[in-house]
Nanobody, 129 residues
Framework: QVQLVESGGGLVQAGGSLRLSCAVSGRTFSSYVMGWFRQAPGKEREFVAA????????AYADSVKGRFTISRDNRKNTVYLQMSSLKPEDTAVYSCAADFAEYRSNWYYTSVDGDYDYWGQGTQVTVSS
């Protein structure tokens, strides 16, 4: 069974930074495309960022482009989301997700939440103004 555990959330002032981590266990980490999604109160879950199995391809939502960076360390079975210049509208529960993609290209990634097979419990990020 694949398990995803997020950490690194918290309260930060606008303009500040946070680094989220997601540790994955259970199967070969490099077989998975990894993504970050977020859900604010009263809103639908939305895509934040995704990274290919090799780490060579990344994608971002327009709302976070230039401020957030997704990365992965396949030796540590961990994916990261570095968040900078945070805004109050970034306040949400952030969840990481894994899409088993062993038979896809090393460059493949997806922003569609329905494509992901496993999800973490989420970590709260609150940005105060």
């Amino acid at each position: 069974q694949v398990q995803l555990v997020e950490s690194g959330g918290g309260l930060v002032q606008a303009g500040g930074s946070l680094r989220l981590s997601c540790a994955v266990s259970g199967r070969t980490f490099s077989s998975y495309v990894m993504g970050w999604f977020r859900q604010a109160p009263g809103k639908e879950r939305e895509f934040v960022a995704a990274i290919s199995r090799s780490g060579g391809s990344t994608a971002y939502a327009d709302s976070v482009k230039g401020r957030f960076t997704i990365s992965r360390d396949n030796r540590k079975n961990t994916v990261y989301l570095q968040m900078s210049s945070l805004k109050p509208e970034d306040t949400a529960v952030y969840s990481c997700a894994a899409d088993f993609a062993e038979y896809r290209s090393n460059w493949y990634y997806t922003s569609v939440d329905g494509d992901y097979d496993y999800w973490g419990q989420g970590t709260q990020v609150t940005v105060s103004s």
